[in-house]
């Protein structure tokens, strides 16, 4: 079973926030389906870009694993994809 990516993706928007994970008032879940993310790196060699926004960021996601919040690579998922 792999891991979600979720707790990656907050730890990217605290280290661009300047706070811990635990202080973030974000329900992810409301802006992006968690398990998208795993559909589409289970599609093979196939090349993505999974981009959504929250109230104050843009976060982007690819096939390669980078995890972007608002343009700068901040995580890798590749152990995750």
Known sequence: MEQSPIPEII???AEVKGTEPS???LALYEYIEPEAIQQ???HGTASWTL???LPEHQV??????????DGAE????????
């Not at 982007?60 to 919040?69: F, K, P, Q, Y």
């Open 51 to 53: 981009s959504f926004e």
């Open 60 to 69: 982007a996601i690819t096939s390669e694993g980078a995890v972007l919040v």
């Open 23 to 25: 202080e973030l008032d």
């Open 74 to 81: 901040r995580r890798q998922l590749n152990q995750l994809l």
């Open 11 to 13: 730890e990217a928007i």
């Open 40 to 42: 589409l790196a289970s």
